[in-house]
């Protein structure tokens, strides 16, 4: 019984400023774009889009790096 558990993370690879955006295009598997210009619609329109921007900055971690294959280098 394996479970793919998704998570909510800045991303690094669809960054502009924090990730914020793109992390949630990753998350919700939509354009980074669309979330970009909801975010400017609502920051513009009165509405809390730069607070609610900023939050996420705070709270949301940033996606862990990849492992990778760092073992002992052998040398010939």
């Known amino acids: 019984m ?3 558990v998704r998570r909510l993370y800045r991303s690094r690879s669809q960054r502009m400023v924090g990730g914020v955006c793109g992390g949630l295009g990753e ?3 939509i354009d980074p774009t669309l979330v970009r210009l909801l975010f400017v ?3 513009l329109a009165g ?3 730069l607070l609610a921007y900023i939050i996420m900055l705070i709270v949301v971690p940033s996606e862990p790096e990849p492992a990778t294959a760092s ?3 052998a040398s010939a």
């Open 2 to 4: 394996t479970e793919n």
């Open 27 to 29: 998350y919700f598997d």
């Open 41 to 43: 619609v609502t920051a």
């Open 47 to 49: 509405g809390p889009g």
């Open 71 to 73: 073992g002992p280098i």
